[in-house]
């Protein structure tokens, strides 16, 4: 994600680091000379039947694409928000546990316990994030977890869903052993259902984007309106076509872009979310509750924050 103080008048013009330009360039620069080849042709008297058209129906179809694509934008970045507001209510919940579990779990004999329990809490958060990224969730939790505890998490289809589920066996053993209530229990048990349902959530927002054909249909239209849209203008505009062109074109090609990138909130684009912050954030602050070393919050680099 994108983290940057807000440029002045100038350097929004020069700002690569965070746009859309670079993935949309090779689509402007064919728009842009499609509109200078149908200029040409238009000065040198070829294309001449082209003053018979007018820009109004451009205009129309244009209106309808911009709306077509603002509905999918918004659609997309409630996709992202949506997944934004489960990472929050997972460092809510995270911090929750270790708050409850160091409070409830008070006899000597459960101090390992309590630290394998907000251990094994930050690796589900390093898993999770791995998960929804298609990547190593074993290797990713490792460090959090018991060594001889990894070979058992490889046989695992879920990784984070296993962690959370050794989370509730030391607290049902505890119920067991009369260590702690069943009210209390449950208190525990509510925290880690709401992190399986946080997961869920997630996994919903990863495997299920949006319709194809919906997109594929804005993709269509958007590159048949820019090709055609130099052939519309000449007549009035002429040797201004190409400059306005390349403008409406950046304008959609850049909404249907974002749109993509924000469709895919856990990926690694310069827009996505920036889970190995949020997992940092769990990190340190479940660290301090067992007064152990904290690592240094992760910062931006070049504007960018992973």
């Keep these: 994600m994108i983290v940057r103080p807000r440029p ?30 149908v200029v040409g042709l238009y000065e040198f008297g070829w294309l001449n039947w082209l ?8 205009s129309l179809l244009g209106l309808a694409l911009s709306v077509f694509l603002g509905f999918r934008n918004s659609a997309c970045y409630d996709r992202w ?8 209510e997972l460092i809510i919940q995270a911090r929750g546990l270790a708050r409850e579990s160091q409070a409830l779990l008070i ?29 190593d969730t074993v290797a990713a939790s490792a460090a959090w977890i018991e060594a001889n505890e990894v070979e058992q998490l490889r046989q695992r289809r879920n990784v984070p869903e296993a962690l959370l589920g050794w989370i509730n066996q030391d607290f049902a053993s505890c119920v067991r052993q009369q260590h702690l209530s069943d009210v209390l229990y449950r208190s525990l048990e509510q925290r880690l259902d709401r992190m399986a349902t946080i997961q869920a959530v997630c996994e919903r927002i ?64 310069d827009n996505d979310l920036p889970l190995n912050a949020m997992v940092r954030s769990i990190e340190i602050d479940l660290l301090d ?12 680099q070049g504007y960018l924050l992973n």
Excluded: M
């Design 8 to 37: 002045s008048a100038l350097q929004l013009f020069f700002i690569l680091r965070g746009s859309i330009f670079p993935d949309i360039a090779a689509k402007l620069f064919t728009i842009t000379a499609l509109s200078c080849l």
């Design 51 to 58: 003053s018979h058209l007018s820009a109004p129906p451009f």
């Design 81 to 88: 928000w949506e997944a934004r507001k489960q990472w929050g």
């Design 107 to 135: 006899a000597d004999e459960l101090t390992p316990l309590r630290r394998r329990t907000v251990r094994r809490c930050i690796g589900f958060a390093h898993a999770l994030a791995a998960h929804l990224r298609d990547q």
């Design 206 to 269: 990863k495997n299920t984007p949006t319709p194809f054909a919906y997109s594929l249909l804005l993709h269509r239209t958007a590159w048949l309106f820019c090709l055609l849209l130099p052939f519309g203008l000449v007549s009035s505009l002429e040797l201004l076509t190409p400059v306005l062109v390349t403008i409406i074109a950046y304008t959609f090609f850049g909404l249907d872009a974002l749109g993509d990138e924000l469709e895919e909130p856990f990926g690694l684009s």
């Design 289 to 300: 509750a067992l007064g152990e070393p904290l690592p240094a919050p992760l910062q931006p």
